[in-house]
């Protein structure tokens, strides 16, 4: 069994990092990795057919990933590499939302809202 404690920890650890505006630079994708993994994790502690299921919890720890990463994205005082690394890494929460939406009744529509907001996602990342 997973302790709670800890996935709760690394997860708003992770969080509080990715959020941090001064990451040292070459460390972008160990920030990223870490905070998609911890949050990805999270949620599936929180699954359906899990020990602790909430399903509410599962989408939203989801949904906080993939839209943070979205905002790095967006987010002109973030580093190039930074932003790049974040656009790079956002189909792993993506494939984890349409596999957790694939299960719901409606689902299907709102993994397409979320297909739709990345591919207008408009980064001037050249």
Request: proline share 4%.
């Amino acid at each position: 069994m997973i302790d709670r404690t800890f996935l709760y920890t690394e997860y708003f650890q992770s969080l509080e990092r990715f959020n941090h505006s001064d990451i040292v630079w070459g460390y972008e994708p160990d920030v990223v990795y870490h905070f998609i993994q911890s949050g990805v994790t999270l949620a599936s502690y929180h699954e359906l057919g899990a020990e602790n299921e909430s399903p509410l919890l599962a989408e939203l720890y989801l949904r906080q990933v993939y839209f943070a990463l979205i905002e790095a994205i967006r987010d002109p005082e973030r580093s190039q590499q930074f932003r790049h690394v974040c656009l790079n890494m956002i189909h792993e929460p993506l494939i984890a939302l349409k596999r957790f939406y694939k299960r719901r009744h409606g689902g299907e529509q709102k993994f397409l809202s979320l297909q739709l907001e990345l591919q207008r996602l408009q980064a001037p990342l050249d």
